[in-house]
């Protein structure tokens, strides 16, 4: 799931409105309202006050938008033809 869904499902389990979540980190309701279509993120002040108000964990808020990202990447270089190495995390 895309951060932009992440933020609109998790709003939503709240039961609280756009502007509600815009009063609650300090931002105006269209900046919500454009994180939720998708057209723009949250910069990076915000995620925090967003994580703890949707009792989540910053990492869990965009843990599947990292996984999306891998995904159209790998799309990409499928798309334009090459291929390349990248190295995994050592475990």
């Not at 979540?21 to 915000?46: D, S, Y």
């Not at 949707?54 to 599947?64: G, N």
């Not at 990409?76 to 990248?86: E, I, L, P, Y």
Request: glycine fraction near 4%; proline fraction near 5%.
């Amino acid at each position: 799931m895309a951060l932009y869904s992440r933020i609109r499902q998790l709003r939503r389990k709240h039961s609280l409105t756009q502007l509600q979540v815009a009063n609650a980190i300090g931002v105006a309701r269209p900046a919500v309202t454009q994180w939720e279509a998708g057209t723009t993120r949250p910069r990076l002040e915000f995620l925090v006050p967003l994580a703890e108000l949707f009792d989540v964990t910053v990492d869990d808020l965009l843990a599947e938008d990292e996984e999306a990202d891998r995904d159209q990447q790998e799309s990409q270089k499928t798309q334009n033809g090459w291929t390349a190495v990248v190295p995994t995390d050592p475990v």
